[in-house]
């Protein structure tokens, strides 16, 4: 199921699950504090990794960052209760909005069917929650507006609101002295939408701010870490889409066309989606 990988001195993560949406967590262990990147889907995972990575009894982090509001990231909070929990300010105001919510199956089908809620994420929660519903959602304790630094003696942690399609108020944890970048969900379409799409002046600005980062290791959150090499094939291969996507005025068959003539094979089943996300977006 889950596999814990530790992948520096201080930093180890857990594997994703893609049946029940649970995406990587990150754990930073400094000489004197420890920094959980994303608080899990659910109290289960959230413990489970804890468990597995710092391996004391009742040992906990002390403290947590949320990347972004999405369920799959923070309703491990619960789990976490003497732990100082950060996020953006924008992301509070997002968990705000899921307080007054019933998480029953006839209440997350109801939201699926007026469109705030998706089908995907729907199945996801009941299968993680099959034996029972105590979904509770805790607001963090401490917010942020652009950046934070956090020094946890050693190793310092870069806390830095980027944005993007997927969710507006993402951010990323870059660990500074290791060069790792834990992006979260920040490079992936908008998928609270009525099409799943990327906007080119979103995309091309979150990338631009990535790029100034200096790190060898980037973790996407549902996804395994990528070398620099991969990081960077990644995003040429969006910055390329934009490119067409704006040269063909949005036509689908062109930027096909020309994308393929570019890289000069067969389209990937992921590269013909991702066309489709910009088609979406233009």
């Known amino acids: ?10 930093f180890s993560y857990i594997t994703p699950v893609s049946h029940t949406d649970r995406p990587i967590l990150g754990m930073v262990i400094g000489n004197n504090k420890t920094l959980m990147i994303d608080a899990g889907n659910s109290e289960d995972h959230a413990n489970y990794f804890i468990q597995r990575t710092l391996k004391h009894d009742n040992a906990k982090p002390d403290l947590v960052v949320l990347t972004h509001w999405h369920w799959d990231h923070i309703f491990g909070l619960p789990a976490l209760p003497d732990t100082v929990s950060i996020a953006s300010a924008r992301t509070r105001k997002e968990m705000e909005k899921l307080l007054p919510f019933s998480w029953s199956d006839e209440a997350i089908d109801e939201r699926v069917r007026e469109g705030t809620e998706i089908e995907f994420c729907a199945k996801a929660i009941k299968e993680e929650y099959k034996n029972h519903r105590d979904i509770q959602v805790v607001l963090p304790d401490v917010t942020f507006d652009r950046r934070m630094e956090i020094d946890l003696g050693g190793v ?24 790792i970048l834990f992006l979260g969900d920040c490079i992936y379409p908008k998928m609270y939408a009525e099409n799943v799409h ?85």
């Not at 199921?1 to 201080?10: E, F, G, L, N, Y």
């Not at 310092?156 to 060069?179: L, N």
Request: some cysteine; proline content about 2%.
């Open 1 to 10: 199921m889950h596999t814990i990988k530790k992948i520096s001195q201080t």
């Open 156 to 179: 310092t942690c870069v806390v830095q609101h980027v944005g993007g399609d997927h969710a507006a108020d993402s951010v990323i944890v870059y660990v500074k002295e290791e060069k």
């Open 198 to 282: 990327y906007t080119l002046k979103e995309i091309l600005r979150l990338l631009d701010e990535l790029d100034a980062f200096e790190a060898d290791t980037y973790i996407p959150s549902h996804q395994r870490p990528w070398s620099k090499e991969e990081f960077r094939q990644e995003t040429d291969k969006l910055r390329m889409m934009a490119k067409y996507t704006d040269l063909c005025g949005g036509d689908q068959q062109r930027i096909t066309q020309e994308y393929q003539d570019y890289v000069n094979r067969e389209l990937t089943e992921d590269e013909v989606e991702t066309i489709t996300d910009f088609v979406n977006g233009y």
